[in-house]
């Protein structure tokens, strides 16, 4: 039977095509989201400044909330206590320890930088000013840990500073905290660019919090067990995280491992997306190919073939077919696997320093899916062709009327069945952004469910559209709609591709733009700043004191945002991820926090106060003049008294904290946002310039600035989730080309049939654009319909609007491509078809 299956794979090329590319396209992606998996999972990061050490000692980047298994992520770095070093330095070979104090130095835009280049502004056309070149301060004891070596100059000294490019006694400005400073460059030392060195004086003096180191580099000595040495260390304090080796890198880069999740979701959630729906374009598409051999294996059956040999038969070409598209697939999956890298890194998902791994697993991911998905398909379609009887094989061939087995009917209701559980738990459980949790899934239950039971499908929606068209249409219409309806077991696999494109891609891109609208919205309601100061040196006091006592600025506060943990309450209506914190200073009833307040008062919002959503304190009963405990980003606890309540929209809650408090425990230690509330009918814009203009680093933007920042990361992901998404749209496309070109060369037989009983070439089309435009409008029903069944749910527990929100662009766009895709897979192989004489014998591929 192996024989045979070679023949026929020479001889049914069209049909095995269509399986091959398949199976090629699909093992890329699955290749390349394993690759995504691979690399978060590793994030191997190359030390640089830390290369010379042989550990190194960080803070514990997660946090175990009281009476919760999985940890919190700490979103800042938490650093090492300073009062540890003297005890890493007595641990157990260990031969030296150093701390490292870590802080912003930045280069105003167009002061000259160390390399002698300018760095100016560039604003030509109102855009925003070029963003100052970031350099990060230390103290010069940690030079050794790169190791960094004088080439010309000494050591710092008070008010000095070393670099690693420059002049030695030249006058070099650096923004620090927020405020202008000058250091006169003492030394120039050869290592990794970006990096300023002060005295250990001055860096413990600039540093923000000088009671925590970033991390401590620690040498073993010469002969000793690192593996021991690194346990030793890690027994110092539960609170401490050992790197060695690549890992290293990580301390250097806080953000990659905080960006390490982010990849890992990702890559997990869109490779099973997209494995699933690798299996189901593969299985269908090699179905179908099956399907249009009934004929051929009834035949068989007829002329004495047993089940076995044609399931071997099935089964032997089935891998032929996929084991060289999978080979095939390597290279195209490799790449793709860096292009998704490179454009997560550029867009702030995955950290760009992270080094890109694709080792032979995600081969094997996406080789195992592909082959399982062809073996599994080559199995199912051989088991009816292989059990029925020759005499029934020849009358099923000819006629196809059963519209699917009991295993395919079982499987359908259950994945409707699960769809309707998801869209129930998205109505009544899941509140704002956490409804995209079930919303998400449930779309690839309902396209598989309706696949699964497509004949039924197609068969309900085409008596809906078989009128209109046949009123349009006419004498081509009738023909045309009893040519479907004679073949309508045909007909649906040629609609569940353009329902799968369709409505994947509808409910996926509208998720995005609901949940992004959503999320502005409830920031916009009670925001009532009228412009916003920013800057990423930071922004000192002096200037913010300067910003109040302007010409009509009736309020301004510092902005700051953070991430955070609830201990107590237990029951705070925050996900495992934490609880977004913003900071601003203390303010009246006109101030510019976004909130509106339903108790208390943010007048005196200092110290370790809060003010709570309005739901968590009815849910919690910790209201204003109760007390709550909070693990700030970098691990600091701390108990707040609380003295406002605000109104909140559901699963957009946050905490309002001071912001000094807030900044003082994030990474950079920076205040980058003012708020600024304008005096009724006043123009704040001008006075604001001015001091902007005072203040290297400083821009004035209006509050679309704030806006914007505040859905950052949603539209990060929405960003994600398009390119994603259309690679999907993509893939799926393919499989609607191989059904409908499949199909529409199977029936050569009919269109000879057709012309030699007096039907033209043109006639012919006409037909076919008849039968098109049912398919079409049958598959973007159906498609319409399972979007709609995860959009509506979604929607109305996202935002106050019952349906969907976002350009209607998006969806023309989307059945045009559809409507695009099976017009052209129709009409271009049946007119290749027509262009040969109708006796000119044909075959059924």
Known sequence: MMRLA???????????????????????????????????????????????????????????????EDPTPLTERVGVPVDALPKIRSVEGVSS????????????????????????????????????????????????LAPYRLSTGSAPRSGEVVVSSGKVGEQLTLIINGEPKTFTISGVAAGPPGHAFFSDQDAAQLV????????????????????????????????????????????????????????????????????????????????????????????????????????????GEAMMVSLPAVLLGILPGTLL???????????????????????????????????????????????????????????????????????????????LGGGMALLIVTATVMSGPLAASTAGPSILCWAIGVALLGPFWTKLV??????????????????????????????????????????????NLYMQTTQVHASSEAFTRDLRANAVLVSNAGVSETLLSQVRSAPGVASASAFVRSMAAVDDPRNAPFDEEGAPVIGVDAQGADGTAPVRLTGGSLAGLTGSTAAVPEYMAQKTGRGVGSEIAMTLGDGTPVKLRVIATFAAERGYESIILPASLVAAHTTDGLTKQVLVRAAPG????????????????????????????????????????????????????????????????????????????????????????TESTLVTLTGITLGTAVAMACLLPFAAKVSDNALPTGPIWIYLVVIGAATLLTFASTLIPATTTLRHSPTQPTHTD
């Not at 269908?284 to 190919?289: E, I, Y």
């Not at 409908?740 to 089309?765: D, I, P």
Request: aromatic share 6%; proline share 5%.
């Open 337 to 415: 696997g860096r292009f998704l890298f490179d454009q997560l890194g550029s867009h702030g998902v995955a950290s760009p320093v992270v080094e890109f791994s694709q080792g032979w697993i995600p081969f094997a991911a996406g080789a195992g899916a592909a082959v399982l998905a062809a073996v599994g398909a080559a199995l199912i379609a051989a088991r009816r062709s292989a059990k029925i009887r020759p005499v029934e094989a020849l009358m099923e061939a000819s006629l196809q009327r059963k519209w699917f087995s009991w295993i395919r009917l079982l499987f359908g209701l259950l994945f």
């Open 208 to 315: 923000r919090n000088p009671e925590r180191f970033a991390d401590i580099g620690v040498q073993v000595a010469p002969g000793t067990d690192i593996s021991a040495v690194k346990d030793r260390l890690e027994e110092i304090d539960g609170n401490l995280t050992v790197r060695a080796g690549v890992d290293r890198g990580l301390a250097e880069h806080p953000e990659a491992e905080s960006r390490r999740t982010a990849l890992i979701a990702i890559a997990g959630s869109f490779g099973g997306i997209a494995a699933m729906t690798m299996m189901f374009v593969v299985a269908s598409t090699l179905a179908l190919a099956a399907q249009h051999r009934e004929r051929e294996f009834a035949l068989l059956r007829g002329i004495g073939t047993t089940p076995g040999q044609v399931r071997r038969m099935i089964l």
């Open 462 to 507: 085409l008596a809906f559209w078989r009128w209109p068209v046949q009123a349009l249409t006419r004498v081509n219409g009738r023909l045309a709609i009893r040519n479907l309806s004679a073949r309508s077991v045909a007909l649906s696999s040629a609609v569940m591709p353009v329902m799968l494109a369709v409505g994947i891609s509808t409910a």
């Open 97 to 144: 320890a150093v701390g490292d104090y870590t802080f912003p130095a930045i280069i105003p835009p167009g002061a000259t930088t160390p390399t002698g280049s300018s760095n100016q502004p560039g604003d030509t056309d109102g855009r925003p000013a070029e963003a100052p070149v970031v350099t990060e301060g230390h103290n010069w004891s940690s030079a050794s």
């Open 682 to 769: 006043a123009d704040v814009r001008p006075a604001l310039t001015e001091l902007a203009a005072a203040h290297p680093g400083v821009q004035v933007a209006d509050r679309s600035t704030l806006v914007a920042s505040n859905v950052e990361d949603l539209q990060t992901q929405a960003w994600i989730n398009y390119m994603l998404v259309g690679m999907l749209i993509a893939y799926t496309a393919v499989s609607v080309v191989n059904t409908l070109v499949s199909t529409t060369l199977r029936r050569r037989r009919e269109f000879a049939l057709q012309r030699l009983t007096g039907s033209t070439r043109f006639q012919v089309l006409r037909m076919l654009t």
């Open 6 to 68: 070679v023949r026929t794979l020479r001889h049914r090329k069209s049909g095995f095509i269509a399986t091959f590319v398949a199976v090629v396209f699909g093992t890329a992606i699955v290749m390349a989201c394993g690759g995504l998996m691979e690399t978060g999972i590793r994030s191997n990061v190359e030390p640089q400044r830390l290369a010379a050490t042989s550990l190194v000692v960080t803070g514990k980047q997660s946090h175990h909330r009281p009476g919760v």
